[in-house]
């Protein structure tokens, strides 16, 4: 006796003749900062961590009070943090 489903899909499968790459993603996607400059993230990476929620919220706070944004602040701390390693301090974007 035979099975009417896999008989199904027997008939409806194509062989693969060709691995078709998936479509990228817009390679760098435009950002504007608070002040209304437009920034690109091409070349940059993404680089995170878990924390409690007290540390970003209190991220957030100093973030607000120093008028800079979280992203500064943080680039600011991996420079400290390089240069407590004597390693270049790089982090921060160089600002003309």
Do not use: C
């Amino acid at each position: 006796m035979s099975n009417k489903f896999a008989a199904a899909l027997k008939s409806n499968i194509e062989p693969i003749t060709e691995i078709k790459p998936k479509p990228r993603k817009k390679e760098a996607a435009e950002q504007t900062t608070p002040e209304g400059k437009t920034t690109s993230r091409a070349g940059a990476k993404h680089i995170g961590g878990y924390f409690g929620l007290e540390v970003s919220k209190q991220l957030r706070m100093l973030s607000v009070s120093e008028d800079k944004s979280q992203q500064d602040l943080l680039a600011e701390a991996l420079d400290l943090l390089f240069q407590s390693r004597r390693l270049p301090m790089i982090a921060q974007s160089k600002k003309a």
